[in-house]
Nanobody, 124 residues
Framework: QVQLVESGGGSVQAGGSPTLSCVAS???????MGWSRQAPGKGREGVAS???????AYGDSVKGRFTISQDNAKNTVYLQMNSLRPEDTAMYYC????????????????????WGQGTQVTVS
């Protein structure tokens, strides 16, 4: 079972541009990977996904500001966050699964089976 470990969170000023990293314990080249977030008192929100062909998908609230990418040689997925806003404050989770990259719902990160412990991002 793949294990995922996130890093890169912390306290950031509005407008900042941190990058989150997610390292997988094993080869994830054939996985769909993504990021989800959960703010206090709210449900989990899919942020970004990337499939094994490099296709990407983004939630409406982050489209144009966040970029997901992956380095298969390092089994690592990144989330570059730009122009952060206070409403981006949340626990950010990395997730992955061996989902058919051509399925209609490949980008539904909240349906993936493997999850990290999360990294907190606080924007003030």
């Amino acid at each position: 079972q793949v294990q995922l470990v996130e890093s890169g969170g912390g306290s950031v000023q509005a407008g900042g541009s941190p990058t989150l990293s997610c390292v997988a314990s094993e080869y994830t080249r054939d996985y769909c990977m993504g990021w989800s977030r959960q703010a206090p008192g709210k449900g989990r929100e899919g942020v970004a996904s990337i499939n094994s062909d490099g296709w990407t998908a983004y939630g409406d609230s982050v489209k144009g500001r966040f970029t997901i990418s992956q380095d298969n040689a390092k089994n690592t997925v990144y989330l570059q966050m730009n122009s952060l806003r206070p409403e981006d404050t949340a626990m950010y989770y990395c997730a992955g699964d061996m989902v058919n990259p051509y399925a209609a719902s490949w980008w539904e990160v909240n349906e993936y089976n493997y999850w990290g412990q999360g990294t907190q991002v606080t924007v003030s």
